[in-house]
Protein backbone atom coordinates (compact mmCIF):
# COMPACT_ATOMS: atom_id res chain seq x y z
CA UNK A 1 0.00 0.00 0.00
CA UNK A 2 2.58 2.44 0.97
CA UNK A 3 4.57 2.03 -2.75
CA UNK A 4 1.09 2.48 -4.37
CA UNK A 5 0.70 5.97 -2.65
CA UNK A 6 4.56 6.45 -3.66
CA UNK A 7 3.62 6.00 -7.13
CA UNK A 8 0.28 7.69 -6.82
CA UNK A 9 1.83 10.36 -5.61
CA UNK A 10 4.85 10.40 -8.19
CA UNK A 11 2.36 9.75 -11.29
CA UNK A 12 0.66 13.32 -9.45
CA UNK A 13 3.20 15.27 -9.24
CA UNK A 14 4.55 14.64 -12.86
CA UNK A 15 0.91 15.39 -14.32
CA UNK A 16 1.59 18.37 -12.50
CA UNK A 17 4.73 19.77 -13.27
CA UNK A 18 3.54 18.39 -17.32
CA UNK A 19 0.90 20.38 -16.83
CA UNK A 20 2.63 23.46 -15.77
CA UNK A 21 5.26 23.30 -18.35
CA UNK A 22 2.06 22.91 -21.23
CA UNK A 23 0.58 25.67 -19.55
CA UNK A 24 3.73 27.63 -19.74
CA UNK A 25 4.45 27.20 -23.47
CA UNK A 26 0.78 28.31 -24.22
CA UNK A 27 1.39 31.45 -22.11
CA UNK A 28 4.68 31.94 -24.25
CA UNK A 29 3.16 31.20 -27.65
CA UNK A 30 -0.67 32.73 -26.82
CA UNK A 31 1.84 35.96 -26.27
CA UNK A 32 4.13 36.04 -29.57
CA UNK A 33 1.07 35.47 -31.48
CA UNK A 34 -0.61 38.84 -29.47
CA UNK A 35 2.39 40.48 -30.08
CA UNK A 36 2.34 39.59 -33.85
CA UNK A 37 -1.01 40.64 -34.53
CA UNK A 38 -0.52 43.87 -32.41
CA UNK A 39 2.80 44.39 -33.55
CA UNK A 40 2.04 46.32 -37.55
CA UNK A 41 0.44 49.29 -35.09
CA UNK A 42 2.54 49.50 -32.58
CA UNK A 43 5.83 49.25 -34.67
CA UNK A 44 4.28 51.28 -37.80
CA UNK A 45 6.52 54.11 -38.90
CA UNK A 46 5.78 57.28 -37.34
CA UNK A 47 5.78 60.27 -39.79
CA UNK A 48 8.88 61.43 -38.95
CA UNK A 49 11.10 58.36 -39.49
CA UNK A 50 12.23 59.10 -43.09
CA UNK A 51 15.10 57.17 -42.94
CA UNK A 52 15.41 53.33 -43.54
CA UNK A 53 18.59 52.38 -41.81
CA UNK A 54 20.52 49.07 -43.46
CA UNK A 55 22.48 47.50 -40.99
CA UNK A 56 24.21 44.56 -42.97
CA UNK A 57 26.83 42.40 -40.50
CA UNK A 58 28.52 38.78 -41.60
CA UNK A 59 26.40 36.50 -43.94
CA UNK A 60 22.82 36.64 -45.11
CA UNK A 61 21.08 33.75 -45.55
CA UNK A 62 18.20 32.87 -48.13
CA UNK A 63 15.55 32.73 -45.96
CA UNK A 64 14.74 33.29 -42.02
CA UNK A 65 12.67 31.87 -39.25
CA UNK A 66 10.04 33.92 -37.72
CA UNK A 67 10.65 33.53 -34.18
CA UNK A 68 7.01 33.31 -32.32
CA UNK A 69 8.45 34.76 -29.30
CA UNK A 70 11.62 36.40 -29.91
CA UNK A 71 10.86 39.51 -28.25
CA UNK A 72 10.26 37.59 -24.86
CA UNK A 73 13.91 35.72 -25.62
CA UNK A 74 15.92 39.25 -26.37
CA UNK A 75 17.11 37.72 -29.55
CA UNK A 76 18.97 40.30 -32.05
CA UNK A 77 17.19 40.76 -35.62
CA UNK A 78 18.27 38.71 -38.53
CA UNK A 79 17.18 39.32 -41.77
CA UNK A 80 17.24 37.20 -45.49
CA UNK A 81 18.45 38.23 -48.46
CA UNK A 82 14.70 38.63 -49.65
CA UNK A 83 13.61 40.86 -46.36
CA UNK A 84 16.52 43.22 -47.73
CA UNK A 85 15.80 43.47 -51.07
CA UNK A 86 11.90 43.74 -50.11
CA UNK A 87 12.72 46.61 -48.06
CA UNK A 88 14.50 48.62 -50.10
CA UNK A 89 11.77 48.00 -52.81
CA UNK A 90 9.06 49.16 -49.88
CA UNK A 91 11.27 52.22 -49.27
CA UNK A 92 11.55 53.14 -53.15
CA UNK A 93 7.23 53.32 -53.41
CA UNK A 94 6.62 55.26 -49.91
CA UNK A 95 6.25 58.53 -49.57
CA UNK A 96 7.23 58.70 -46.10
CA UNK A 97 11.00 57.31 -46.77
CA UNK A 98 13.51 59.86 -48.79
CA UNK A 99 16.49 57.55 -48.14
CA UNK A 100 18.88 54.92 -47.06
CA UNK A 101 21.65 54.76 -44.03
CA UNK A 102 23.66 51.78 -45.23
CA UNK A 103 25.86 50.87 -42.60
CA UNK A 104 27.93 47.27 -43.85
CA UNK A 105 30.47 47.01 -41.52
CA UNK A 106 32.22 43.63 -42.04
CA UNK A 107 29.71 42.15 -44.54
CA UNK A 108 31.05 39.24 -45.76
CA UNK A 109 28.34 37.02 -47.95
CA UNK A 110 28.99 36.46 -51.18
CA UNK A 111 29.46 38.53 -54.31
CA UNK A 112 26.14 37.38 -55.97
CA UNK A 113 23.83 38.12 -52.91
CA UNK A 114 25.73 42.00 -52.83
CA UNK A 115 24.89 42.28 -56.51
CA UNK A 116 21.43 41.11 -55.51
CA UNK A 117 20.90 44.15 -53.08
CA UNK A 118 23.56 46.54 -55.47
CA UNK A 119 20.34 46.00 -57.84
CA UNK A 120 17.96 47.24 -55.61
CA UNK A 121 19.72 50.02 -54.61
CA UNK A 122 20.19 51.16 -57.67
CA UNK A 123 16.90 51.02 -58.85
CA UNK A 124 15.90 52.94 -54.96
CA UNK A 125 18.12 56.10 -55.95
CA UNK A 126 16.46 56.15 -59.32
CA UNK A 127 13.46 57.61 -57.82
CA UNK A 128 15.44 60.16 -56.81
CA UNK A 129 16.24 59.40 -53.04
CA UNK A 130 19.70 59.50 -51.80
CA UNK A 131 21.77 56.35 -50.20
CA UNK A 132 24.19 57.53 -47.84
CA UNK A 133 27.06 54.20 -46.58
CA UNK A 134 29.43 54.48 -43.45
CA UNK A 135 31.53 52.54 -41.71
CA UNK A 136 34.60 52.78 -39.72
CA UNK A 137 36.17 49.37 -41.49
CA UNK A 138 35.02 48.55 -44.95
CA UNK A 139 35.20 45.14 -45.88
CA UNK A 140 35.63 44.40 -49.54
CA UNK A 141 32.10 42.95 -50.19
CA UNK A 142 31.02 45.48 -47.85
CA UNK A 143 32.75 48.71 -49.97
CA UNK A 144 30.99 46.76 -52.68
CA UNK A 145 27.87 47.20 -51.73
CA UNK A 146 28.47 50.76 -50.09
CA UNK A 147 29.92 52.15 -53.74
CA UNK A 148 26.30 52.70 -55.06
CA UNK A 149 25.95 55.06 -52.72
CA UNK A 150 25.50 58.92 -52.83
CA UNK A 151 27.80 59.28 -50.53
CA UNK A 152 30.54 57.23 -48.80
CA UNK A 153 31.69 57.91 -45.22
CA UNK A 154 34.81 56.85 -43.89
CA UNK A 155 36.03 56.72 -40.19
CA UNK A 156 39.02 59.47 -40.46
CA UNK A 157 41.16 56.15 -38.60
CA UNK A 158 39.36 53.57 -40.53
CA UNK A 159 40.43 51.29 -43.60
CA UNK A 160 39.28 50.46 -46.74
CA UNK A 161 40.10 46.99 -47.88
CA UNK A 162 40.13 46.33 -51.42
CA UNK A 163 43.11 43.96 -52.03
CA UNK A 164 41.90 41.82 -54.13
CA UNK A 165 40.39 38.16 -53.84
CA UNK A 166 42.25 35.02 -52.60
CA UNK A 167 41.03 31.37 -52.29
CA UNK A 168 42.44 29.22 -49.43
CA UNK A 169 42.85 25.63 -50.00
CA UNK A 170 43.30 23.57 -46.64
CA UNK A 171 45.52 20.16 -47.57
CA UNK A 172 44.97 16.73 -44.91
CA UNK A 173 47.28 14.57 -46.78
CA UNK A 174 50.08 15.48 -44.33
CA UNK A 175 48.35 15.10 -40.84
CA UNK A 176 46.19 11.90 -41.60
CA UNK A 177 50.16 10.44 -42.78
CA UNK A 178 50.91 11.37 -38.78
CA UNK A 179 48.27 9.78 -37.08
CA UNK A 180 48.15 6.54 -39.99
CA UNK A 181 45.27 7.29 -41.62
CA UNK A 182 45.17 7.52 -45.50
CA UNK A 183 42.42 8.66 -47.49
CA UNK A 184 41.21 6.39 -50.48
CA UNK A 185 39.94 8.56 -53.12
CA UNK A 186 37.61 7.15 -56.39
CA UNK A 187 36.87 10.47 -58.98
CA UNK A 188 35.83 11.22 -62.42
CA UNK A 189 36.82 14.53 -63.20
CA UNK A 190 39.91 16.50 -64.34
CA UNK A 191 38.89 19.75 -62.03
CA UNK A 192 37.26 17.93 -58.90
CA UNK A 193 39.04 19.85 -56.38
CA UNK A 194 37.15 18.37 -53.55
CA UNK A 195 39.75 15.33 -52.97
CA UNK A 196 42.52 17.31 -53.25
CA UNK A 197 43.17 17.96 -49.85
CA UNK A 198 43.37 14.45 -49.12
CA UNK A 199 45.96 13.17 -52.05
CA UNK A 200 48.40 16.45 -52.49
CA UNK A 201 50.27 18.94 -50.71
CA UNK A 202 49.41 21.74 -53.07
CA UNK A 203 46.89 22.48 -55.52
CA UNK A 204 47.07 20.87 -59.53
CA UNK A 205 47.64 22.51 -62.22
CA UNK A 206 44.15 21.90 -63.44
CA UNK A 207 42.52 23.07 -60.35
CA UNK A 208 44.95 26.57 -59.69
CA UNK A 209 43.37 27.50 -63.38
CA UNK A 210 40.10 27.17 -62.29
CA UNK A 211 39.76 28.60 -59.77
CA UNK A 212 42.10 31.50 -61.59
CA UNK A 213 39.90 31.38 -64.12
CA UNK A 214 36.52 31.78 -61.44
CA UNK A 215 38.11 34.00 -59.17
CA UNK A 216 39.83 36.26 -62.14
CA UNK A 217 36.47 36.70 -63.47
CA UNK A 218 34.47 37.59 -60.33
CA UNK A 219 37.24 40.27 -59.49
CA UNK A 220 36.60 41.92 -62.82
CA UNK A 221 32.76 41.98 -62.69
CA UNK A 222 33.67 43.31 -59.14
CA UNK A 223 35.80 46.20 -60.21
CA UNK A 224 33.87 47.08 -63.52
CA UNK A 225 30.97 47.62 -61.55
CA UNK A 226 32.71 49.92 -58.85
CA UNK A 227 34.15 51.58 -61.50
CA UNK A 228 31.08 52.36 -62.88
CA UNK A 229 29.43 53.50 -59.64
CA UNK A 230 32.78 56.00 -58.56
CA UNK A 231 32.75 57.08 -62.13
CA UNK A 232 36.71 56.29 -61.83
CA UNK A 233 38.51 53.66 -64.03
CA UNK A 234 39.09 50.24 -63.24
CA UNK A 235 43.33 50.83 -63.67
CA UNK A 236 42.83 53.30 -60.44
CA UNK A 237 40.86 50.17 -58.43
CA UNK A 238 43.64 47.90 -59.36
CA UNK A 239 46.41 49.67 -58.49
CA UNK A 240 45.09 50.62 -54.95
CA UNK A 241 45.12 46.76 -54.59
CA UNK A 242 48.24 46.12 -55.98
CA UNK A 243 50.02 49.42 -53.58
CA UNK A 244 48.67 47.48 -50.49
CA UNK A 245 46.45 50.57 -49.57
CA UNK A 246 44.35 49.17 -47.27
CA UNK A 247 46.54 49.76 -44.51
CA UNK A 248 47.57 53.30 -46.01
CA UNK A 249 46.30 56.54 -44.00
CA UNK A 250 42.25 57.04 -44.73
CA UNK A 251 43.05 60.00 -46.90
CA UNK A 252 44.80 57.81 -49.74
CA UNK A 253 40.77 56.25 -50.11
CA UNK A 254 39.45 59.77 -50.94
CA UNK A 255 42.87 60.44 -53.18
CA UNK A 256 41.61 57.29 -55.33
CA UNK A 257 37.95 58.11 -55.41
CA UNK A 258 36.92 55.67 -53.67
CA UNK A 259 35.43 57.51 -50.63
CA UNK A 260 33.82 60.76 -50.56
CA UNK A 261 34.80 61.92 -47.13
CA UNK A 262 36.30 61.08 -44.04
CA UNK A 263 33.89 61.60 -40.66
CA UNK A 264 33.19 60.35 -37.65
CA UNK A 265 29.88 58.30 -37.39
CA UNK A 266 28.12 61.17 -35.61
CA UNK A 267 29.08 63.67 -38.83
CA UNK A 268 28.00 60.91 -41.17
CA UNK A 269 24.36 61.05 -39.18
CA UNK A 270 24.32 64.79 -38.86
CA UNK A 271 24.61 64.82 -42.47
CA UNK A 272 21.63 62.36 -43.14
CA UNK A 273 19.33 65.11 -40.58
CA UNK A 274 20.03 67.89 -42.99
CA UNK A 275 19.14 66.24 -45.94
CA UNK A 276 16.15 64.92 -44.21
CA UNK A 277 15.45 68.11 -42.35
CA UNK A 278 15.60 66.76 -38.83
CA UNK A 279 16.59 68.65 -35.65
CA UNK A 280 20.57 68.34 -35.72
CA UNK A 281 20.37 68.40 -31.58
CA UNK A 282 18.27 65.40 -31.56
CA UNK A 283 18.25 61.48 -32.76
CA UNK A 284 17.83 60.53 -36.18
CA UNK A 285 14.71 59.39 -36.45
CA UNK A 286 14.67 56.16 -38.55
CA UNK A 287 12.98 52.39 -39.30
CA UNK A 288 14.81 49.17 -39.84
CA UNK A 289 13.69 46.17 -42.04
CA UNK A 290 11.54 44.85 -39.84
CA UNK A 291 9.45 48.20 -39.07
CA UNK A 292 9.70 49.17 -42.76
CA UNK A 293 6.64 46.45 -43.44
CA UNK A 294 4.73 48.57 -41.49
CA UNK A 295 4.61 51.24 -45.02
CA UNK A 296 3.89 48.37 -47.02
CA UNK A 297 0.65 49.31 -49.06
CA UNK A 298 -2.09 46.46 -48.67
CA UNK A 299 -2.31 45.00 -51.97
CA UNK A 300 -6.08 43.08 -52.47
CA UNK A 301 -6.61 39.73 -51.98
CA UNK A 302 -5.64 37.64 -55.12
CA UNK A 303 -7.65 34.43 -55.59
CA UNK A 304 -6.80 31.83 -57.07
CA UNK A 305 -3.00 31.21 -59.19
CA UNK A 306 0.23 30.72 -56.75
CA UNK A 307 3.79 30.72 -57.70
CA UNK A 308 5.48 28.79 -54.57
CA UNK A 309 9.12 29.45 -53.85
CA UNK A 310 10.89 27.35 -52.27
CA UNK A 311 14.53 27.62 -50.92
CA UNK A 312 16.72 24.76 -50.87
CA UNK A 313 19.88 26.34 -48.93
CA UNK A 314 23.36 24.58 -47.88
CA UNK A 315 25.23 21.30 -47.90
CA UNK A 316 22.90 18.17 -49.63
CA UNK A 317 23.05 15.92 -46.67
CA UNK A 318 21.02 12.86 -45.05
CA UNK A 319 20.79 14.55 -42.04
CA UNK A 320 21.32 17.88 -40.12
CA UNK A 321 24.37 19.65 -40.65
CA UNK A 322 25.47 23.42 -40.04
CA UNK A 323 26.79 24.64 -43.31
CA UNK A 324 28.72 27.81 -43.63
CA UNK A 325 27.17 28.28 -47.18
CA UNK A 326 23.78 28.11 -45.87
CA UNK A 327 23.95 30.19 -42.75
CA UNK A 328 23.39 27.35 -40.68
CA UNK A 329 20.90 25.25 -42.78
CA UNK A 330 20.81 22.32 -45.30
CA UNK A 331 19.14 20.57 -47.33
CA UNK A 332 18.08 16.61 -47.13
CA UNK A 333 15.23 14.69 -47.79
CA UNK A 334 12.65 17.08 -46.67
CA UNK A 335 12.96 18.96 -49.78
CA UNK A 336 11.55 15.99 -51.68
CA UNK A 337 8.46 15.95 -49.45
CA UNK A 338 7.79 19.38 -50.27
CA UNK A 339 8.40 19.30 -53.82
CA UNK A 340 5.88 16.13 -53.90
CA UNK A 341 3.32 18.96 -51.97
CA UNK A 342 3.71 21.71 -54.18
CA UNK A 343 3.30 18.88 -57.31
CA UNK A 344 0.09 17.70 -55.94
CA UNK A 345 -1.30 21.81 -55.36
CA UNK A 346 -3.45 22.92 -57.81
CA UNK A 347 -3.41 26.28 -57.02
CA UNK A 348 0.41 26.53 -57.45
CA UNK A 349 0.27 27.13 -61.07
CA UNK A 350 5.01 27.62 -61.54
CA UNK A 351 7.81 27.14 -59.24
CA UNK A 352 10.35 29.03 -58.33
CA UNK A 353 13.42 26.73 -56.83
CA UNK A 354 15.87 29.09 -54.97
CA UNK A 355 19.74 27.09 -54.74
CA UNK A 356 22.29 28.02 -53.05
CA UNK A 357 24.15 24.71 -52.55
CA UNK A 358 27.96 23.54 -52.65
CA UNK A 359 26.26 20.38 -53.52
CA UNK A 360 26.82 16.75 -51.27
CA UNK A 361 25.88 13.65 -50.93
CA UNK A 362 25.02 12.38 -53.93
CA UNK A 363 21.98 9.97 -53.04
CA UNK A 364 20.31 13.10 -51.90
CA UNK A 365 21.01 14.77 -54.94
CA UNK A 366 19.06 12.58 -57.40
CA UNK A 367 16.13 11.98 -54.93
CA UNK A 368 15.64 15.50 -55.28
CA UNK A 369 16.34 16.02 -58.88
CA UNK A 370 13.72 12.84 -59.35
CA UNK A 371 10.98 15.24 -57.79
CA UNK A 372 12.11 18.33 -59.55
CA UNK A 373 11.96 16.24 -62.91
CA UNK A 374 8.03 14.92 -61.85
CA UNK A 375 7.22 18.09 -61.01
CA UNK A 376 8.35 19.65 -64.44
CA UNK A 377 5.90 17.38 -66.23
CA UNK A 378 3.33 18.89 -64.45
CA UNK A 379 3.65 22.66 -63.65
CA UNK A 380 6.59 25.47 -64.80
CA UNK A 381 9.98 25.26 -62.87
CA UNK A 382 12.44 27.60 -62.50
CA UNK A 383 15.84 27.73 -60.63
CA UNK A 384 17.16 30.77 -59.32
CA UNK A 385 20.73 30.67 -58.08
CA UNK A 386 22.57 32.51 -55.49
CA UNK A 387 26.14 32.53 -54.68
CA UNK A 388 27.17 28.92 -55.16
CA UNK A 389 24.92 26.51 -56.83
CA UNK A 390 27.15 23.63 -57.93
CA UNK A 391 27.92 19.86 -58.00
CA UNK A 392 24.93 18.36 -56.31
CA UNK A 393 23.55 21.94 -56.24
CA UNK A 394 23.64 21.96 -60.35
CA UNK A 395 22.17 18.36 -60.29
CA UNK A 396 19.45 19.33 -58.61
CA UNK A 397 18.73 22.31 -60.58
CA UNK A 398 19.21 20.74 -64.30
CA UNK A 399 16.50 19.50 -65.11
CA UNK A 400 13.93 22.57 -64.85
CA UNK A 401 12.68 24.58 -67.12
CA UNK A 402 14.92 27.23 -67.38
CA UNK A 403 17.55 28.35 -64.78
CA UNK A 404 18.67 31.67 -63.92
CA UNK A 405 22.11 32.27 -62.09
CA UNK A 406 23.81 35.84 -60.95
CA UNK A 407 27.15 36.73 -63.04
CA UNK A 408 29.39 35.85 -60.00
CA UNK A 409 27.57 32.64 -59.09
CA UNK A 410 29.58 29.47 -58.61
CA UNK A 411 28.16 26.47 -60.67
CA UNK A 412 28.73 23.78 -62.80
CA UNK A 413 30.99 21.09 -60.97
CA UNK A 414 29.54 18.38 -62.79
CA UNK A 415 31.62 15.72 -60.82
CA UNK A 416 31.19 12.93 -58.41
CA UNK A 417 33.84 11.56 -55.66
CA UNK A 418 34.13 8.77 -53.01
CA UNK A 419 36.19 8.32 -50.13
CA UNK A 420 37.24 5.98 -47.59
CA UNK A 421 39.82 5.84 -44.72
CA UNK A 422 42.13 2.89 -44.60
CA UNK A 423 43.52 3.46 -40.94
CA UNK A 424 45.66 0.25 -41.25
CA UNK A 425 49.04 2.53 -40.25
CA UNK A 426 46.63 3.65 -37.01
CA UNK A 427 46.24 0.67 -36.27
CA UNK A 428 49.79 -0.81 -36.33
CA UNK A 429 50.78 2.08 -34.57
CA UNK A 430 48.68 1.76 -31.53
CA UNK A 431 49.25 -2.12 -31.50
CA UNK A 432 45.53 -3.17 -32.49
CA UNK A 433 45.10 -6.06 -34.14
CA UNK A 434 41.76 -7.99 -35.95
CA UNK A 435 40.55 -10.74 -37.25
CA UNK A 436 38.44 -11.31 -39.45
CA UNK A 437 35.51 -14.83 -40.24
CA UNK A 438 33.51 -14.15 -43.26
CA UNK A 439 30.96 -15.74 -45.49
CA UNK A 440 31.63 -14.18 -48.49
CA UNK A 441 34.31 -12.63 -50.42
CA UNK A 442 33.74 -8.72 -50.27
CA UNK A 443 31.49 -9.34 -47.10
CA UNK A 444 34.40 -7.24 -44.86
CA UNK A 445 34.49 -4.53 -47.61
CA UNK A 446 35.17 -1.07 -46.09
CA UNK A 447 37.34 -2.43 -43.22
CA UNK A 448 39.37 0.53 -41.96
CA UNK A 449 42.19 -1.71 -40.67
CA UNK A 450 43.14 -3.42 -43.68
CA UNK A 451 44.35 -2.26 -46.92
CA UNK A 452 41.84 -2.36 -49.31
CA UNK A 453 42.35 -5.25 -52.26
CA UNK A 454 42.75 -3.84 -55.66
CA UNK A 455 39.45 -6.22 -56.77
CA UNK A 456 37.51 -3.67 -54.32
CA UNK A 457 39.02 -0.17 -55.43
CA UNK A 458 38.02 -1.41 -59.26
CA UNK A 459 34.39 -2.26 -57.86
CA UNK A 460 34.05 1.38 -56.20
CA UNK A 461 35.68 2.93 -59.31
CA UNK A 462 33.22 1.30 -61.83
CA UNK A 463 30.58 2.58 -59.07
CA UNK A 464 31.76 5.99 -59.37
CA UNK A 465 32.03 6.04 -63.23
CA UNK A 466 28.85 4.82 -63.75
CA UNK A 467 27.19 7.51 -61.21
CA UNK A 468 29.32 10.29 -62.97
CA UNK A 469 27.65 8.76 -66.33
CA UNK A 470 24.21 9.42 -64.74
CA UNK A 471 25.47 12.82 -63.77
CA UNK A 472 25.87 13.68 -67.33
CA UNK A 473 22.87 11.89 -68.98
CA UNK A 474 20.42 14.31 -66.19
CA UNK A 475 22.36 17.26 -67.29
CA UNK A 476 22.20 16.53 -71.14
CA UNK A 477 18.46 15.63 -70.98
CA UNK A 478 18.04 18.89 -68.73
CA UNK A 479 19.99 21.28 -71.14
CA UNK A 480 19.04 19.36 -74.47
CA UNK A 481 22.92 18.58 -74.97
CA UNK A 482 24.40 15.08 -75.52
CA UNK A 483 26.50 13.86 -73.05
CA UNK A 484 29.37 14.56 -74.98
CA UNK A 485 29.09 18.28 -75.06
CA UNK A 486 28.40 18.08 -71.28
CA UNK A 487 31.33 16.10 -70.53
CA UNK A 488 33.66 18.66 -72.14
CA UNK A 489 32.36 21.48 -70.16
CA UNK A 490 32.03 19.13 -66.72
CA UNK A 491 34.58 16.96 -65.65
CA UNK A 492 34.16 18.49 -62.27
CA UNK A 493 35.38 21.95 -63.85
CA UNK A 494 33.88 25.40 -61.44
CA UNK A 495 32.18 28.17 -63.84
CA UNK A 496 31.37 31.55 -63.10
CA UNK A 497 27.21 32.17 -63.76
CA UNK A 498 28.47 34.63 -66.67
CA UNK A 499 30.66 31.91 -68.23
CA UNK A 500 28.09 29.38 -67.35
CA UNK A 501 25.41 31.24 -69.52
CA UNK A 502 27.91 31.56 -72.62
CA UNK A 503 28.62 27.49 -71.91
CA UNK A 504 24.49 26.66 -72.27
CA UNK A 505 24.69 25.62 -68.22
CA UNK A 506 22.00 28.60 -67.59
CA UNK A 507 19.79 30.54 -69.61
CA UNK A 508 19.73 33.80 -68.47
CA UNK A 509 21.77 35.71 -65.82
CA UNK A 510 19.72 38.08 -62.97
CA UNK A 511 18.06 37.64 -59.45
CA UNK A 512 15.29 35.79 -57.64
CA UNK A 513 12.38 38.48 -59.02
CA UNK A 514 13.85 37.49 -62.48
CA UNK A 515 13.04 33.61 -62.01
CA UNK A 516 9.96 34.49 -60.30
CA UNK A 517 8.80 36.89 -63.41
CA UNK A 518 10.12 33.92 -65.90
CA UNK A 519 8.26 31.50 -63.79
CA UNK A 520 4.94 33.67 -64.42
CA UNK A 521 5.45 33.71 -68.24
CA UNK A 522 6.04 30.28 -68.69
CA UNK A 523 3.03 29.44 -67.30
CA UNK A 524 0.71 32.14 -68.74
CA UNK A 525 0.00 34.00 -65.56
CA UNK A 526 -0.67 37.82 -65.12
CA UNK A 527 -2.17 37.52 -61.80
CA UNK A 528 -0.73 35.72 -58.89
CA UNK A 529 0.49 35.75 -55.24
CA UNK A 530 3.49 34.33 -54.21
CA UNK A 531 3.57 31.15 -51.35
CA UNK A 532 6.69 31.24 -49.18
CA UNK A 533 7.42 26.90 -49.02
CA UNK A 534 10.10 25.85 -46.21
CA UNK A 535 11.44 22.74 -45.39
CA UNK A 536 9.97 22.79 -41.95
CA UNK A 537 7.02 20.87 -41.24
CA UNK A 538 6.59 22.62 -38.04
CA UNK A 539 7.30 26.37 -37.57
CA UNK A 540 7.81 25.70 -33.67
CA UNK A 541 9.99 22.92 -34.19
CA UNK A 542 11.61 24.67 -36.73
CA UNK A 543 12.51 27.71 -34.50
CA UNK A 544 13.35 25.87 -31.42
CA UNK A 545 15.81 23.61 -33.26
CA UNK A 546 17.68 26.75 -35.00
CA UNK A 547 17.82 28.42 -31.96
CA UNK A 548 19.27 25.62 -29.93
CA UNK A 549 21.28 24.86 -32.46
CA UNK A 550 22.17 28.80 -32.60
CA UNK A 551 22.69 28.66 -28.69
CA UNK A 552 25.11 25.44 -28.99
CA UNK A 553 27.50 26.94 -32.02
CA UNK A 554 27.75 30.02 -30.08
CA UNK A 555 29.25 28.41 -26.72
CA UNK A 556 31.41 25.84 -28.92
CA UNK A 557 32.50 28.74 -30.99
CA UNK A 558 33.28 31.56 -27.90
CA UNK A 559 34.94 27.70 -26.39
CA UNK A 560 37.34 27.02 -29.43
CA UNK A 561 37.67 30.98 -31.19
CA UNK A 562 39.67 30.52 -34.59
CA UNK A 563 39.67 27.09 -34.01
CA UNK A 564 35.65 26.34 -34.31
CA UNK A 565 35.94 26.82 -38.40
CA UNK A 566 38.39 23.94 -38.33
CA UNK A 567 35.91 21.73 -36.37
CA UNK A 568 33.39 22.52 -38.51
CA UNK A 569 35.13 21.08 -41.35
CA UNK A 570 35.90 17.80 -39.44
CA UNK A 571 32.58 17.27 -39.20
CA UNK A 572 31.61 18.13 -42.43
CA UNK A 573 34.24 15.94 -43.86
CA UNK A 574 32.88 12.94 -41.22
CA UNK A 575 29.37 13.34 -43.07
CA UNK A 576 30.97 13.01 -46.42
CA UNK A 577 32.10 9.40 -46.58
CA UNK A 578 30.68 7.81 -49.65
CA UNK A 579 29.40 9.21 -52.99
CA UNK A 580 29.83 12.65 -52.84
CA UNK A 581 28.54 15.47 -55.70
CA UNK A 582 30.25 18.93 -54.29
CA UNK A 583 32.64 21.77 -54.20
CA UNK A 584 35.83 21.58 -52.12
CA UNK A 585 35.06 21.58 -48.30
CA UNK A 586 36.21 24.56 -47.23
CA UNK A 587 36.32 26.51 -50.88
CA UNK A 588 36.14 30.51 -50.12
CA UNK A 589 36.59 33.61 -51.99
CA UNK A 590 37.80 36.45 -49.05
Known amino acids: MKQFFKMMFASALGVTIAGGILMLIGFIMMFGIISSVTSPKENAPKSDEKVLVLSLKGRLSEMTVESPFGSLLNQGKSYSIKDVVSAIEIAKDSKQIEGIYLDVAYLSTGTATVDYIRRALIDFKQSGKFVVAYADVFTQNGYYLASVADKVFLNPLGSLDISGFTSYVTFYKGILKKVGVEMLIFKVGTFKGAVEPFLLDKLSDANREQITAYQQGIWKNVVNNIAASRNISSDKINSFADNGLMFAPATKAIEYGLVDELQYREEAVKYVKG ?42 TSSELTSPYGGGNNITEKLVDELIKVKRDDKIKAVVLRVNSPGGSGYVSEQIWKQVNDLKNEKKIVVSMGNVAASGGYYIACAADKIIAEANTLTGSIGVFGMFPNASGLYNMLDLTTDVVKTNKFADFGDPSRQMREDEKALIQNYIENFYDIFLTRCAVGRGKTKEEIDIIAQGRVWTGEKALELGLVDELGDLDRAIKVAAELAGLTNYQIKTVSSSTDPLTEFLKKHIGDAKTSVVRDALGDDYDILNKIRTIKQ ?14 L
Open 275 to 316: LVGADLFKPLKTVDVAKIKGLKKIKPVIKGDHIAVIYAEGEI
Open 576 to 589: AIGIQARLPFDIEI
